[in-house]
């Protein structure tokens, strides 16, 4: 696998000395840009948005022609896998993704299959490879999966959910139906996430957005476990090249060591975790990813530069820091805002 032209989103994720912080953002490809939403029009709707490899290329690389970002990553959503899991996966305007097909006892996960990657979910590999050929080795391209815990909580909830009680009324009532789902779900991740990197990709980030959501002996029990299997499962070379792991856990800051351990990379910080704290705990071990709250987008350009300066400055000038926001781009901000964040990150840390 050759390297990109731009390589500094790869040195600092093994925390190797850069030119400059790389900067990539969580939904970087979105309805903030008016030239995704164009194209989303011609798609007819999200997931066949997601389902189209030549146009989820092209919304890929989208925002790293507009903003000059040192990461691409793929576009897609973490739920085509219950979408190929046959779970009746459909967005609704307004409401989110809804589940026709939710599960809710041992007959629901046996009859669960483990989706292929080269079969039901061909269209994803087959968007990295294309999308790899239109950024043409200017910067890596990041392959990413749901974790099974997070995705199991939209195939148990039948969607979003504000409370989670009934996933966690079923890990209290019958928790070897959840570990049989979570089981699943793992399998399928790994093969999921290896697909991706033998399709191209060249890192992966495991999004653990509900791990937050659980009480420490229930995060250790319900999703730890299945992270460390994913992590472990996956290829750590292709193609003779190193691929980093990233693992983020939105609300995750009272178990940043135990991610740490898990065998990634890099750990991503949600905006609620401090830099400093976070860089003292755990970041001789790996590198950190993040943590700008995406509200401060909504800001001018002077007051997003100030917040950049402040946490360069709390992440320090060690290497291991990927820049990055605590959670996604918000849909309605400002695409300028966001061409100053990554403008001000390059400027104020450059070191050349």
Same mark, same amino acid.
Request: glycine share 10%.
């Given at each position: 696998?050759?390297?990109?032209?731009?390589?500094?989103?790869?040195?600092?994720?093994?925390?190797?000395?850069?030119?400059?912080?790389?900067?990539?953002?969580?939904?970087?490809?979105? @309805?903030?840009?008016?030239?995704?939403?164009?194209?989303?029009?011609?798609?007819?709707?999200?997931?066949?948005?997601?389902?189209?490899?030549?146009?989820?290329?092209?919304?890929?690389?989208?925002?790293?022609?507009?903003?000059?970002?040192?990461?691409?990553?793929?576009?897609?959503?973490?739920?085509?896998?219950?979408?190929?899991?046959?779970?009746?996966?459909?967005?609704?305007?307004?409401?989110?993704?809804?589940?026709?097909?939710?599960?809710?006892?041992?007959?629901?996960?046996? @009859?669960?299959?483990?989706?292929?990657?080269?079969?039901?979910?061909?269209?994803?590999?087959?968007?990295?490879?294309?999308?790899? @050929?239109?950024?043409?080795?200017?910067?890596?391209?990041?392959?990413?999966?749901?974790?099974?815990?997070?995705?199991?909580?939209?195939?148990?909830?039948?969607?979003?959910?504000?409370?989670?009680?009934?996933?966690?009324?079923?890990?209290?009532?019958?928790?070897?139906?959840?570990?049989?789902?979570?089981?699943?779900?793992?399998?399928?991740?790994?093969?999921?996430?290896?697909?991706?990197?033998?399709?191209?990709?060249?890192?992966?980030?495991?999004?653990?957005?509900?791990?937050?959501?659980?009480?420490?002996?229930?995060?250790?029990?319900?999703?730890?476990?299945?992270? @460390?299997?994913?992590?472990?499962?996956?290829?750590?070379?292709?193609?003779?090249?190193?691929?980093?792991?990233?693992?983020?856990?939105?609300?995750?800051?009272?178990?940043?060591?135990?991610?740490?351990?898990?065998?990634?990379?890099?750990?991503?910080?949600?905006?609620?975790?401090?830099?400093?704290?976070?860089?003292?705990?755990?970041?001789?071990?790996?590198?950190?990813?993040?943590?700008?709250?995406?509200?401060?987008?909504?800001?001018?350009?002077?007051?997003?530069?100030?917040?950049?300066?402040?946490?360069?400055?709390?992440?320090?000038?060690?290497?291991?820091?990927?820049?990055?926001?605590?959670?996604?781009?918000?849909?309605?901000?400002?695409?300028?805002?966001?061409?100053?964040?990554?403008?001000?990150?390059?400027?104020?840390?450059?070191?050349?």
């Amino acid at each position: 696998m050759i390297r990109s032209a731009n390589d500094t989103f790869l040195r600092a994720c093994f925390r190797e000395p850069t030119p400059h912080t790389p900067v990539w953002l969580m939904r970087q490809a979105g @309805r903030y840009l008016p030239e995704y939403r164009r194209v989303r029009e011609q798609a007819g709707d999200f997931l066949g948005l997601c389902q189209d490899p030549d146009l989820a290329a092209q919304v890929t690389v989208q925002p790293v022609d507009r903003l000059g970002l040192d990461a691409a990553i793929l576009f897609s959503d973490i739920l085509t896998i219950p979408d190929a899991m046959d779970c009746g996966l459909r967005f609704v305007e307004g409401q989110g993704p809804v589940l026709d097909r939710p599960i809710r006892s041992p007959g629901d996960v046996e @009859r669960l299959p483990i989706p292929d990657p080269g079969a039901e979910l061909r269209y994803v590999p087959d968007a990295v490879a294309a999308s790899r @050929r239109a950024l043409d080795n200017r910067v890596p391209l990041i392959g990413f999966a749901g974790s099974p815990w997070t995705l199991a909580t939209y195939m148990v909830e039948g969607g979003s959910s504000k409370t989670f009680g009934t996933i966690k009324r079923l890990a209290l009532e019958d928790p070897d139906t959840l570990h049989g789902l979570l089981d699943k779900l793992t399998r399928a991740v790994i093969a999921y996430l290896n697909a991706q990197i033998e399709a191209g990709a060249q890192a992966v980030q495991v999004f653990d957005t509900w791990g937050g959501v659980l009480a420490s002996r229930a995060f250790r029990e319900l999703d730890l476990p299945y992270l @460390r299997r994913v992590i472990s499962g996956l290829r750590t070379t292709w193609d003779g090249t190193r691929v980093p792991k990233i693992l983020f856990t939105k609300g995750g800051n009272g178990w940043l060591e135990d991610l740490a351990d898990t065998g990634v990379e890099v750990v991503g910080l949600d905006w609620q975790t401090e830099p400093r704290q976070a860089g003292r705990r755990i970041g001789d071990r790996v590198a950190l990813q993040g943590n700008l709250d995406p509200a401060v987008l909504y800001g001018p350009p002077e007051r997003i530069e100030g917040e950049v300066a402040r946490l360069l400055d709390d992440f320090g000038s060690a290497p291991g820091h990927v820049f990055n926001l605590g959670h996604g781009v918000h849909p309605d901000t400002p695409p300028e805002h966001v061409e100053a964040l990554v403008e001000a990150v390059h400027r104020l840390s450059s070191r050349q």
